[in-house]
């Protein structure tokens, strides 16, 4: 069964950093992209970027490429968000999805980020 | 980015009945190489996560029960559930994979009547 149990959330303060985790199991990680989706809590969905199978190519929102870095580790099968200068507006849901030739099939639970002072 | 544009926002409805919603582009999503629509639709439960419904614009995930139909090329697409089951009432968003960033609509929730 395909699991993908994001972690790392919380309330942090504006101007902060924070790395988000997604720890993924019962497929062969190293043969997908995976990428990150937020959800506001407005509930509007945002595609945040993903990462290729080995690491070497990335894909940014143009609006969270200069704050935002997705990396992963292939051999803890784990997939990372750090994310710099949070805003308020950063507040959302996000959530660690995988990539096959389908758009994002499989999706986490989510972590909750509260951006605020 | 492309926008994607869902009508209507909400939609009230009685089991048994037939819906229909629809997600429109800014731009075509038809990749005339290979014939496919770079279009999904997920769905989504309350206090669940998004799941994948459809993909290439008519083609059902695995699993997903065959009321649902995807239909639509270009810049117009319709999902329509032919007959609606309790279990159906959810929010529907739309996605377009064709450019990136990806981009989704602001979705379509399903209401009891």
Redesign the interface.
């Known amino acids: 069964e395909v699991q993908l149990v994001e972690s790392g959330g919380g309330l942090v303060q504006p101007g902060a950093s924070l790395k988000l985790s997604c720890v993924a199991s019962g497929f062969t990680f190293s043969d997908y992209w995976m990428s990150w989706v937020r959800q506001t809590p407005g ?5 945040i ?1 993903d990462i290729k199978y080995d690491g070497s190519y990335t ?4 609006s969270l490429k200069n704050r935002f870095t997705i990396s992963r580790d292939n051999a803890k099968s784990t997939l990372y968000l750090q994310m710099s200068n949070v805003r308020s507006e950063d507040t959302a849901t996000y ?1 660690c999805t995988r990539e096959s030739d ?9 972590v909750m980020v509260t951006v605020s002072s | ?1 492309i926008v994607m544009t869902q009508t209507p926002s909400s939609q009230a409805v009685s089991a048994g009945e037939k819906v229909t919603m629809s997600c429109k582009s800014s731009q075509s999503l038809l990749y005339n190489e290979n014939k496919k629509n770079y279009l ?1 639709w ?1 769905q989504q439960k309350p206090g669940q ?4 419904l459809i ?2 614009a008519s083609t059902r ?1 695995s699993g997903v029960p065959d009321r649902f139909i995807g239909s639509g090329s270009g810049t117009d697409f319709t999902l329509t559930i032919s007959s609606v089951q309790a279990e159906d009432l959810a ?1 529907y ?1 739309c ?1 377009q ?1 064709y450019n ?5 609509g ?2 379509t929730k399903l209401e009891l009547k």
Do not use: C, I, R
Request: hydrophobic fraction near 25%.
């Open positions: 509930k509007t969905m945002e595609w970027g894909n940014y929102a143009p959530y389908k758009p994002e099939d499989y999706w986490g639970q989510g | 980015d999904a997920y996560s998004p799941k994948l993909y290439w995930e929010v968003y996605q994979y990136f960033p990806y981009t989704f602001a979705g």
